[in-house]
């Protein structure tokens, strides 16, 4: 008699659980990623940063994925040691990486010291965050492949729908409360400690589900598709690399998110200066972006489980990339009606092109080589995360000062985002020429991105 459960994926239960235990400890992750986006006036009043100094920090997100080419190793990694080995590594990094960034906005041991020219306090920040920035990233590609293990076949898009979701949730508390908790714990290091206990919490999650995970290894033992994991063979990248698929998914990849995640660290201090919010209720505008995309980005993942059109989708949240950032950098659109519109409508495209663009991976990459092929688009992405921050704090320091105002009794700069802007607005026609590419070349090699995710 034909078992009706043949492996612990085949249990609903048991697959959401798994899915609620990793997208938990990314929600951890990302609540660290974003908490100092909001903090920049404070920064510059509290600690006396600059523009060019909090784009240099917030730079540094990337500085080992993108130079060390860590997220190509950690992919490697992956695919040799498994997911429970590679998870448990990459929170451990996260957990030590926000430490040191805590220490370092915490102390006045690094006060009037200066490395390589630049303030002490504000290079080992940036060394904290880059460390947390090797450790969320490779966690991130872990979980794409955790949940490719658990659901393919199955509910896989709308799976990771959930979970970018969860860790939206991240954001969005990131971008609401660092500015109050800052305020009632009177430091603006105090964000960063909660961040550090959360972080703990999100390993503990973790490794409970390295428990599951075990148990679904077991149950895999007798099937013909086991895991292969142990079979990846570096010279496997050569095969990566000679996709154009892939290529034009991590091309996409980079535009979409240089256009979307450098905007959020900046959003805030957008509302400040263009739409006269105050500090104090001016990250809660750029947080119903991630509002949107939580409520969202599950719905359009399930219509790509079920009905296809993942090219298609992506091209539409592309195109409304394009359209957030354009009306932005026209001047006299500067009433809070229009940036929360504006943000909304970001907030849908922050859900269209995740939903389709991540679980549209598997088809084009094996799944014994789809660790490393996650690992390399994060780093592409990474090459985004580094850098647009630091050229949008340049030219705002070089090209955009049109004054000063008070923040508490303290002198500081006011800045005019036109310019900023447009060069966000730049990556969505960029973004838009290679979803139309990646279309055509699915059309050409069948892909199948247009083609439901779930086995009838």
Known sequence: ??????????????????LALI??????????????????????????????????FTSAYGWFNVFLGMLIIGGIILDKMGVRFTGKMATIIMVLGTALKY??????????????????????????????????????????????????????????????????????????????????????????????????????????????DKRLDASLAGENNNSDEESFNVKDILFILKSKGWWLIAIL??????????????????MINKFHITEQFAGIIPGMLTIGAIAL?????????????????????????LFVHVMF?????????????????????????????????????????????????FMVQNIGLSLVPLLIGWVLDRFCISGTRLLDGVEVPAYNYTLPMIIFACFGVLAIVFAYLLKADDRKKGYGLELPNMEK
């Open 103 to 212: 220490w370092a906005i915490s102390t006045h041991s690094l006060d009037g010291h200066e490395i390589l020219g630049m303030k002490a306090q504000v290079v080992i920040a940036g060394l904290g965050f880059a460390t947390f920035g090797v450790g969320v990233e490779i966690a991130g590609i872990t979980v794409s492949k955790i949940i490719v293990k658990w659901f393919r076949g199955k509910e896989m898009a709308l799976a990771m729908g959930l979970e970018m979701s969860t860790a939206r949730i991240g954001t969005t508390l990131a971008l609401w409360t660092s500015i109050p908790i800052a305020e009632a714990l009177k430091s603006v290091s105090k964000p960063v400690l909660v961040c550090l206990i959360m972080l703990c919490i999100g390993l503990v999650s973790f490794l409970i589900y390295t428990i599951m």
């Open 1 to 18: 008699m034909e078992k009706i459960i043949m492996t612990l994926r085949d249990s609903k239960t048991a697959r959401w659980t798994a």
């Open 329 to 377: 950098s026209i001047p006299v659109f500067s009433q809070t009606w229009i940036a929360v519109v504006l943000i909304l409508i970001l907030g849908v495209a922050f859900s269209l092109v995740p939903s389709a663009m991540w679980p549209s991976v598997p088809k084009i990459i094996p799944e014994k080589q789809l660790g490393t092929a996650y690992g390399m688009i």
């Open 23 to 56: 997208s938990f400890t990314m929600l951890c992750g990302y609540y660290l990623t974003d908490v100092m986006a909001p903090l920049k006036p404070l920064l510059e009043k509290e600690l006396l940063w600059n523009s060019s100094e909090f784009g240099f």
């Open 297 to 321: 980005t599950p719905l359009f993942g399930n219509v790509y489980d079920r009905k296809g059109k993942g090219a298609s989708i992506m091209i539409l949240g592309a195109f409304l990339l």
């Open 253 to 270: 990849c980079l535009l979409f998110y240089s256009g979307v995640f450098p905007f959020i660290k900046y959003a805030t201090d957008l």
